[in-house]
């Protein structure tokens, strides 16, 4: 009890200071991805660049918070979008019942099994350094997991006994599922779509990291990280450290933020998304 | 279970290839710029036309599909652009090298996984069992790529230990000790990912183990803990462990994508990189193809393996 609220506190503090940094730090300096100042290329951490400069001169401080800004923006897009599709889809296969269900869990163990980032390669090659390519991308994989659990808790709950006399009662179908069904499935899908966030942040900076993703100049944590690919070699670290700190704090908190609002809905272990 | 899957893997397929035709024909992306690159400018409107007649892209896109399907059937699976080879010459040299990498990361993956786990759950609250667990959470939460980047540069460039890209240095001969030199990082790299959710795994099935009434009652009859644990608590836990391995293929391949990449290892995963980067069609779109069969090949088999390993799940199921 204790540890999960400990876990919740951190977990809160840690992504707000992120969020914080993200959104204040581009908007303070205001400077723009395009300007490139290569006297100031490649320097190492110092007071005036605390993260160094990338390989155009561009100070990392900044461009780590605009990266962060643009993956996480992208990742709760692609959050709220597959667990909007996934509610859905798991609610109407619940409700349809018969055939139908099972055809779309089938559809839903094919999805599963098609490795996710596969997918968005294909996708994103064909609509290149598109933003709603890549959106698309990672919500049309991720729905599946949502749906399975909103599929499994409206069927526990069609049986239950008030929702029986809530319809006995003479209570519409609409007003049952207004009433009874959203209540019980919406925090359930709130959880799913926060354990989903991590999720997208990899993807799309995977995705960005291929070379496939946003174009280089638009500060994402995965460009971020393709360019520390080059200047590594030139002994840049610090274009891979705080990029990658970045990346790896957002991860752990959002995960931390999940696992603690999971564990109070009491959803099954299972129900966890693994990348 | 293994029928339903198999039942489960050709409207797989198809459905993943029909996906991506659809997806390509909606797309900006234009396959006869593709298939006539800097000539597309150069050519007139008229001898476009011709070539795109001639290609069959001026045809709906289930048309194609219909011409694409009944030549794999048929064992010709085009030729890529990006190498400018035949795809089934592509992927029959690069094949071998992704499976001996995906190969030797999983089976040392595997064999981290069960020592760790099984000395964790073992001494349990011990300095390893206390180090593994944050150690495998801080693990998942950094993705592949930024592992085999920090890989390359601690130990290729810092420490100058191990090579960092290709299959041999630079003009060297192909050769084993080479190839081995070479593997090590990417190989390392791609178990250390996959880690943390396989030794996990075994960790709590063991634990959960060691509880039961038959590990209780073999301890009651005086067997040595090393009895205890290897042959009676060890086979109970390995059950879930390898339908995990099987959960987790797709994510091997995902990370093999990653890994080759980063250390230029010029496999499968490397090529579909290379096919998507320069929309190479035939090869993107049989790569997919191939990758989603390997896949389900292998979730059947840790299937298989599963009904092998426990009497007590019967094979129709």
């Known amino acids: ?275 | 279970m293994a029928a339903r899957r198999l039942l489960l893997a050709l409207p797989v397929l198809l459905g993943v290839s029909v996906a991506v035709f659809a997806a390509a024909a909606a797309s900006p992306f234009d396959p006869l710029a593709g298939y006539l690159g800097d000539r597309y400018l150069t050519a007139g409107q008229e001898v476009q036309d011709r070539i795109a007649g001639e290609l069959g892209t001026d045809r709906a896109w289930w048309v194609q599909y219909g011409w694409w399907l009944g030549e794999l059937l048929t064992g010709d699976l085009g030729t890529s652009r990006s190498y400018a080879q035949p795809v089934a010459q592509v992927v029959a040299e690069r094949l071998p090298w992704t499976l001996l990498l995906v190969g030797v990361a999983l089976a040392l993956a595997v064999v981290l996984a069960l020592l760790l786990g099984t000395w964790s759950a073992h001494r349990r609250g011990g300095w390893v069992d206390r180090l593994v667990t944050p150690v495998c959470l801080l693990v998942q939460a950094v993705p592949p790529f930024v592992v085999a980047l920090g890989a390359v540069s601690v130990f290729g460039l810092a420490l100058g230990w191990l090579p960092v890209a290709g299959l041999t240095d630079a003009g060297a001969e192909l050769s084993a000790g080479q190839v081995a030199r070479h593997l090590v990082l990417p190989a390392a790299v791609l178990a250390v990912s996959q880690l943390p959710w396989l030794l996990l795994n075994v960790r709590e099935s063991l634990l959960r183990a060691l509880a039961e009434d038959h590990v209780v009652a073999a301890r009651a009859r005086g067997l040595s803990e090393r009895t205890v644990v290897l042959r009676h608590a060890l086979p109970t836990a390995l059950l879930p462990f390898v339908t995990l391995v099987g959960a987790r293929l797709p994510e091997l391949v995902v990370g093999a994508v990653l890994v080759e990449e980063v250390f230029s290892w010029p496999g499968l995963a490397q090529a579909v990189v290379t096919s998507a980067v320069e929309v190479d069609f035939p090869l993107l779109a049989f790569l997919t193809l191939l990758t989603t069969a390997a896949v389900l090949l292998g979730s059947l088999l840790a299937d298989v393996a599963y009904v092998l390993l426990d009497p007590r799940v019967s094979a129709d199921g």
């Open chain 1, 1 to 275: 009890m204790a540890e999960r609220r400990g876990r919740l506190v951190a977990g809160v503090v840690l992504l707000a200071l992120l969020v914080g940094y993200a959104v204040v730090v581009p908007w303070a300096a205001g400077v723009d991805d395009r300007v490139t100042d290569f006297a100031a290329a490649r320097q190492g951490p110092s007071p005036a660049h605390p993260f160094g400069t990338d390989s155009a001169g561009r100070d990392l401080f900044v461009r780590t918070a605009a990266g962060l800004r643009v993956s996480l923006l992208v990742a709760v897009v692609c959050a709220v979008l597959s667990t909007v599709l996934g509610a859905l889809v798991g609610a109407l296969s619940a409700a349809a019942g018969g055939w139908a269900d099972r055809l779309v869990m089938r559809l839903v163990d094919g999805v599963n099994a098609v490795p996710h980032l596969l997918l968005g390669i294909v996708l994103v090659a064909l609509y290149r350094g598109s933003l709603v390519a890549i959106i698309a991308s990672i919500a049309l994989t991720h729905w599946t997991q949502v749906a399975r659990i909103v599929r499994a808790e409206v069927l526990s709950l069609r049986d239950r006994e008030h929702v029986d006399a809530a319809v006995l009662a003479g209570a519409g179908r609409w007003w049952v599922t207004r009433r009874h069904l959203l209540p019980a499935v919406l925090p359930q899908a709130l959880v799913a779509a926060t354990l989903l966030l991590p999720h997208a942040v990899w993807h799309e900076s995977t995705l960005s990291f291929l070379g496939l993703g946003l174009p280089p100049h638009r500060a994402s944590l995965g460009t971020l990280l393709e360019e520390a690919r080059s200047s590594l070699l030139l002994g840049g670290w610090w274009t891979l450290v705080f990029p990658a700190l970045g990346l790896v704090l957002a991860t752990l908190a959002v995960a931390a933020v999940g696992s603690a609002l999971r564990d109070r809905a009491a959803l099954p272990r299972r129900a966890v998304v693994e990348l």
